[in-house]
């Protein structure tokens, strides 16, 4: 089986409720962090980066880990009818 690499992230279908809402989250703070880290002294980034850990955490019990490992390395989830179509 072979997996084209492309520079694009994948798009998922975003979850609903509780883990919807986490996965949110976290897609949230990694945009702030992605375009404000520069602009943050050292506290303001160690209270996002712990925000960010904090919030994988909360998937990953959820039932998330996946997704969320997926938003960690780039992938960008969006709610059922944004993702098909």
Not at 18 to 47: C, K, M, P, V, Y
Not at 67 to 77: C, E, N
Request: net charge negative; with cysteine.
């Amino acid at each position: 089986m072979t997996t084209a690499i492309t520079d694009r992230p994948e798009i998922v279908a975003l979850p609903t409720g509780w883990l919807g809402f986490q996965i949110r989250r976290l897609q949230r703070l990694l945009d702030l962090e992605h375009d404000h880290t520069d602009h943050l002294n050292a506290s303001g980034r160690r209270l996002l980066s712990h925000a960010i850990f904090v919030t994988y955490l909360e998937c990953r019990d959820s039932g998330g880990g996946d997704m969320a490992r997926a938003v960690l390395k780039g992938d960008r989830l969006e709610s059922g009818a944004a993702a098909a179509g």
